[in-house]
Structures are given as structure tokens and as C-alpha cells.
């Protein structure tokens, strides 16, 4: 198997994911905003395959409206997202890159363009316009929130592609776990339209003063991997309450509180000391102070009413709904229920899976925790004291899976509730895959199961003041503010299979492989599935591997009780310090029905591991031809290296044959305007078409309701902005 070059292996990991640009590029009949014309890729080395084909798309965040941008950047595109130091790399607007291999003679080409749902214009109107200032949205952790406004949809993760119909062209949708999906355009790379209005989503908890209005942009709980069946053109996905009402009614005000009273007492000291030849005792009434301190005052008990309504709703708003989609009309909507009552997702379902008969739910191992919510506090004694509330509240994620399956055939339209089997399966997963067919009711469940590993857990300002962490520091280059922290634990595949009758497991043992040499952050899978296959035989995984300088104390606390631990944190650290390449693995699975009694089904049966200093995401495998076979085709990933500062600027694309991934890439795509972070999932499709589907949701109808409740301020940038697509670029353009 392929190995990394230097036996001293990953010294830094690379700061070129830290930049990214937000520049557009396509057709001007497609996309009047692209800064240039589609980018022809240009090759670094080997060829292209003749035989490669379609379309690969790709999703990333690229920061935010008012991300800081390059200082001297020549075309000012540039920025750095995460540089305030609290910003996770996910934070930001959803960029849809698309790598066209329709037309090799010529070469392969790149369009990309921004995701703009509704609250992207009044992002943009609010930070540019000073009319709107104080409707501004803010990065709190891996949230955007205005609090006038609500949050952000940033549609920054995945895709669902979608054919409802035999004549129809392929649909495409643009996903996120706290907001609705939306359909985009595959040719011109549009958003289009949510799936579902406003009114057919329930908000994760209602949180308010009595008498105001919610906000426009609704806090909305789903899952950021919604379910297509495309041979009964059904999608499926979940709306889910609680465990984001623990978090963003309860702990997003929570941390405005902490600011809020954190600033009122400074404030209010300063105020003190600064007073002279005055009696303390006596103070004016509050309508006689000043403006500012009302303020402070008022958003202080604003916010903790609804820290105690978020509160009440623990009891409460406990819901998960199962929502069915046919590609036009209203969603279908049935509660899920175990042993009678509303399901709990603690975390979120960042994944689920679709089979034959059954739908499966999981609670990921994907949290979001109070940490990552603060806002970004400047006064050192306010960092400490920030440090201090996320170092008391923070926790780790589950360690056990929670499964809930649900049989399709229950989701009868009379019925309003459906009943669920709950299956427990030990080890953390924040994805899994399911094979389609379930014969006599067994249910087979892919999973990486990322042991002590946490996404939702990334390096912050606060990760730097601990001496016990001086590895994170390298000198000469920037931090790594907004990366996700390294593991606390070998990481393992395990191939699960569950009779979806019972909910009980089929046998007690199941098959689960681990590899000291390659098994460290499996993040992303892909595989072949067009056809969709009875059953999954081989995955690729990309195992993003130990960096020493992402190993964080905060971490170790975190984790050091680990109940399935298998290496200690002895061993742990001194594998991190050596380092563990980021590598691309095939994982086979074999038939059931082909291995002995007690033999493991998993095996690695491939793999690449990268050189020292690269970094690899967003796999895509694309077929050669329409056989099926699982390996018949080819790998397409993201590479990153260095500091950026090379011509490449440290981002390429890799090309590798899905049947032989050690002899290393066939080809490695560039060019000098490609300048990419943090990417996250793809998706592959054969033919690009303008869109033709006459489902359209229109954004006045939408929200004119609840935004006719609003303050005039408010309802002039919908008018201005929001309904009618428009973003100032500059402050001249308001």
C-alpha cells in the first residue's frame, strides 16, 4: 500500500484551508453575478481519464458577508472566516462549485456560484446599509444570528440529487441541519425555492416576549442528509424539536445573557470610579438613565424570558416529525412516537437512511454545545471569563448510538403519528449508510464509528492559552482558529445488522474493523450508487489522520473517561506527535452468506495515504459506465497543502482509479482563481439541465405574514432586498 514520503509524517497541518475566495464564475446567460467565465482546470500531472464523466458538485462554506477579507488582495474576493477566533470553519455561506466532465476534448471546466436564500439578501442589505444596522447578523459558533431577524439558513453541507418523474431532467436540493432545504438549478446553479413553506415547518421551540412577533427566519431543526428513493420517487426527511431547543432557546440566550450582564457590571463600575463628589446612594430612576444603560437593561430581561420560556419547552416541545415530499403539493407529516411518546433527539439527526421498508433515524454524534455559541468577546477579562463558562458546561458527545426505525408502510395518510423501534448500537457515528434491500426484515447498517472524535469541538482563541497545548502554535504560521480539533481515539467501520421488526440486534458480536495505520477521523464516504445498489460492497472513506498541532487539552478533558476507549491517552498523544497521514481507504464488505461463523465481513482492501502535509475532503465517485460494479469508476477529491501562498494556492483536485487507489492519482486538477477552505459533501450527476419543475414557493408569500408584524425597518428591507433579490454590494447602493 501506498505510503507518505517522509517517515516523520504530518509536521503541520495546512493553513491554505483558512482563505478562501467567494468569487463566482460561470455563463453571464447563467449567472449574471460570476465574476468570469467558467475556470478551465489546468493539469499539474497525469491526464485526464478519456472516459471520465458528468458532473461532480461540490459544497463548501465560504465565510460570511462580512468576513474579513485579504489585506491587499488584489480583487479583494479573498477572506478569512474563522480569524476571529470563535468561528468554526462550517460557519458560512454555502459556495456550489460544479467540475463539468462533459466535454474532454476541451478539458474540464469549474462554475461555481453562491447559495442566496431570503435571509442571504437581508444579511447583506443589514451589513452594507446603515439603515439596517441594527438588524445585523453575528457568527455565534456555528450559527449566524440576527436578533430582530432570526438565524441564518446557510445551506453549506450536502445535496440530494432528485427525479421524481421519468421525463423529468434531475433536481437538485442544497442542504443544512438548522434550516429548510432549496432546490437548486443544476445548469445555472440558482437558488430556486425551499421544499416546504414557512408555515409547514415547525420551529424548534417558540421563544419570545409576549406580544412581539417571532422572527422572519425561523430556528428549523432537520437533517443535513435528507432520503431519495428513486424507484418509488419519494424523498423523505425529519423536523425535529428539543435537542436544538436546549441549545438555541435555551443557550443562545444564555450566552446573550452572559454578555449582556457581563457589560452592564463593567459598564456600571466604570461609571462608578469615574464618578466623583457624588452620593452613591442615590441614583435615578431608570427611565432617567441613559439610553445605552436602558438598553442594556431591557435586552437583559428580554433575553432571560426567554432563557425560562426555552426552559419550559424541555418538557414540552419534544418532537420529531417524519416529512414526506413528491416533488410538488404540500409535505406529509407524521410524529414519531416510542413507547407511546414523542422521541428525544439529544443531538441532532445529521444523517439518516432510507431501505426498501423501513426509514432509519439516528441521533449523530454531532453536538452543539454552549462553547460554541458564545460570542466573541474582546476585554481579556471577558475571554476568561468565556473560557471559564465553556470549560464548565461543555460535554462530550454520546458515546451509544440511538437508532429509531420506522416501517414505511405505517405512513398512511389518515394517520398522524407513526411508532418507532429504538436500537442501541455502542460507539459514537456521525454518519452511517443503510443497504436498500432488507430481506425478511434485516436492516444493514453501515458506520464510521468516530470514537472520542467530535466535529462539533474546533480550535478556538481559547485552546491557545493553555501551556499544556504549546504544540498548537508553529511558529511563522497563522493559528488554526475554526479547524475541528483531532481525535482522543482510534476511530473503527462496523457493519451492523438489525431486524427492523424486533429492533434487536442479529447477533451479538457485530463485524467492526479498526487499523492503528489508517483508521483516524473518517469524516466522508462515497460509493458507487447509480443504480442504486441491493447492497453496499465496497465504501470509500477519507480518513483525515492525527495532526499534532489540532490536538487541543480541552479535548483530552473532554474525553480522557471515554468508556470505549482503546488506546490510552499515553499512546494517543504519542502517535498525534508522530502524526498519522490523511489517507482515501476502500472498505469491502463481504455477503453475509460468504463468511464463516465468527469471521469479520470488513476489510480494508485499498488505500492511498497522502504525502506529509496534505489534507483531503469531499470524496465523489464517479462511474465509468451505467454496470454497477462498485469499483468501476473513478475517485474525485480535494487536496489541500501549505500555507497558500503557492501558485496553486494550496487547493487541487485528485483524481484517482476507484479500482486501484494505491498506485496514487491519475490526474491533479489547478487553477490560480481555485482557491477553496473547508469543503464538505458532493454529489454526482450525469446530465445538467435547466430546471423545469413549476414548484416554486414565492418568498413574499412566505413571509409577508409575519413580516407585515414587524417593525417598519424590518418590513422596508424585505420590500427593498429581500423580495426582490437585490444585494448592495457597497454602502453607495442603498
Known amino acids: 500500500m501506498q505510503n507518505a514520503t517522509k517517515e516523520a509524517l ?39 481519464p478519456l472516459d471520465l464523466q458528468g458532473h461532480v458538485f461540490i459544497v463548501a462554506p465560504v465565510g460570511s458577508i462580512d468576513s474579513p477579507d485579504a489585506q491587499g488582495h488584489p480583487t479583494n474576493s479573498t477572506v478569512y472566516p474563522s480569524s476571529d477566533g470563535t468561528t468554526p470553519l462550517y460557519n458560512g455561506d454555502g459556495m456550489i462549485y460544479r467540475l463539468d466532465f462533459d466535454n474532454l476534448q476541451a478539458g474540464a471546466f469549474l462554475a461555481s456560484r453562491l447559495v442566496k436564500p431570503p435571509c442571504y439578501y437581508a444579511d447583506a442589505a443589514a451589513d452594507k446599509c446603515p439603515t439596517y444596522n441594527a438588524l445585523k447578523f453575528e457568527n455565534y459558533g456555528i450559527t449566524r444570528i440576527s436578533g430582530q431577524l432570526g438565524v441564518r439558513n446557510q445551506l453549506n453541507t450536502a445535496f440530494v440529487p432528485l427525479k421524481f418523474s421519468q421525463d423529468e431532467s434531475e433536481r437538485l436540493l442544497a442542504t443544512w441541519d438548522v434550516g429548510r432545504p432549496y432546490e437548486i438549478d443544476p445548469k445555472t446553479l440558482e437558488t430556486v425555492t425551499p421544499v416546504g413553506s414557512s408555515d409547514e415547518w415547525k420551529e424548534v421551540t417558540k421563544i419570545g416576549l409576549p406580544g412581539k412577533p417571532p422572527t422572519p427566519f425561523k430556528i428549523i431543526q432537520t437533517s443535513a442528509h435528507p432520503c431519495f428513493d428513486p424507484y418509488t420517487r419519494e424523498m423523505f426527511t425529519v423536523n425535529i424539536g428539543r435537542s436544538i431547543s436546549n441549545v438555541l432557546s435555551q443557550l443562545i440566550p444564555l450566552a446573550y445573557i452572559f454578555k449582556e450582564i457581563w457589560d452592564w457590571i463593567m459598564q456600571g463600575l466604570q461609571k462608578i470610579f469615574n464618578i466623583k463628589k457624588k452620593n452613591l446612594l442615590t441614583s435615578p430612576k431608570l427611565e432617567e438613565k441613559p439610553l445605552s444603560v436602558r438598553k442594556k437593561v431591557s435586552t437583559t430581561v428580554e433575553s432571560f424570558w426567554k432563557f425560562l420560556r426555552g426552559s419550559a419547552g424541555i418538557f414540552t416541545d419534544n418532537f420529531v416529525y417524519i416529512l414526506r415530499w413528491e416533488g410538488s403539493g404540500s409535505l406529509q407529516k407524521w410524529k414519531v412516537q416510542h413507547n407511546g411518546l414523542s422521541i428525544k433527539i439529544k443531538q ?71 411508532s418507532a423501534k429504538k436500537v442501541r448500537i455502542p460507539g459514537e457515528a456521525a454518519h452511517f449508510l443503510a443497504d436498500y434491500k432488507n430481506p425478511n426484515d434485516l436492516i444493514t447498517l453501515h458506520l464510521s464509528h468516530v470514537c472520542a472524535w467530535d466535529a462539533g469541538e474546533y480550535l478556538s482563541e481559547f485552546d491557545f492559552d493553555d501551556d499544556k497545548t504549546a504544540n498548537l502554535e508553529v511558529n511563522n504560521l497563522p493559528r488554526l482558529y475554526g479547524a475541528i480539533a483531532g481525535p482522543m481515539d482510534i476511530s473503527k467501520f462496523g457493519c451492523h445488522v438489525v431486524n427492523g421488526k424486533t429492533g434487536k440486534l442479529v447477533k451479538e458480536h ?16 462515497t460509493y458507487q450508487q447509480h443504480p442504486l445498489p441491493d447492497r453496499l460492497q465496497d465504501i470509500y472513506w477519507i480518513c483525515l489522520g492525527c495532526w499534532e498541532d489540532l490536538k487541543t487539552q480541552h479535548m483530552v478533558d473532554l474525553y480522557k473517561n471515554y468508556k470505549y476507549r482503546e488506546l490510552s491517552l499515553k499512546l494517543i498523544d504519542d502517535i498525534t506527535k508522530k502524526g498519522r497521514p490523511s489517507n482515501l481507504l476502500r ?18 482492501a485499498d488505500v492511498y495515504q497522502f504525502p506529509d502535509g496534505y489534507w483531503v475532503m469531499s470524496p465523489q465517485f464517479v462511474p465509468r459506465t451505467d454496470s454497477g460494479i462498485s469499483t468501476d469508476g473513478y475517485i474525485v477529491c480535494l487536496v489541500h497543502y501549505g500555507d497558500g501562498s503557492d501558485e496553486t494556492n494550496g487547493n487541487e483536485v485528485w483524481i484517482f482509479d476507484a479500482a486501484n487507489l494505491n498506485s496514487g492519482p491519475v490526474c491533479k486538477l489547478w487553477h490560480p482563481q481555485f482557491n477553496l477552505a473547508f469543503t464538505i459533501h458532493t454529489t454526482w450527476l450525469q446530465k445538467v439541465e435547466k430546471r423545469t419543475a413549476s414548484y416554486c414557493i414565492d418568498p413574499r408569500e412566505d413571509y409577508n405574514k409575519i413580516v407585515q408584524q414587524q417593525s417598519p425597518e424590518i418590513q422596508d428591507l424585505f420590500n427593498k432586498w429581500v423580495y426582490t433579490k437585490k444585494e448592495p454590494k457597497r454602502e453607495a447602493d442603498c
Not at 503541520?12 to 446567460?29: A, C, H, Q, Y
Not at 457485530?510 to 464516504?525: F, H, L, N, R, S
Request: proline share 6%; net charge negative.
Open 510 to 525: 457485530q463485524d467492526v474493523i479498526m487499523d492503528e495505520k489508517y483508521t483516524w477521523g473518517p469524516a466522508i464516504c
Open 10 to 48: 504530518n509536521p503541520t497541518f495546512p493553513r491554505s484551508v483558512l482563505s478562501v475566495s467567494r468569487d463566482e464564475f460561470g455563463n453571464k446567460e447563467d449567472n449574471p453575478d460570476a465574476k468570469n467565465l467558467p475556470l478551465k482546470m489546468n493539469v499539474k500531472e497525469g491526464k485526464l
Open 587 to 604: 472498505l469491502h464488505i463481504a455477503p453475509q452468506e460468504s463468511v464463516k461463523e465468527g469471521d469479520n465481513r470488513l476489510s480494508i
Open 348 to 418: 441532532s439527526i445529521h444523517q439518516m437512511a432510507v431501505t426498501e421498508d423501513y426509514i432509519v433515524l439516528l441521533d449523530t454524534a454531532f453536538k452543539v454545545s454552549l462553547e460554541e455559541l458564545l460570542p466573541t468577546l474582546t476585554n481579556k477579562n471577558y475571554q476568561r471569563f468565556e473560557k471559564f463558562v465553556r470549560n464548565f458546561l461543555d460535554r462530550p458527545q454520546l458515546s451509544d448510538n440511538s437508532f429509531y426505525i420506522i416501517r414505511r408502510s405505517d405512513l398512511k395518510p389518515e394517520k398522524s403519528h407513526v
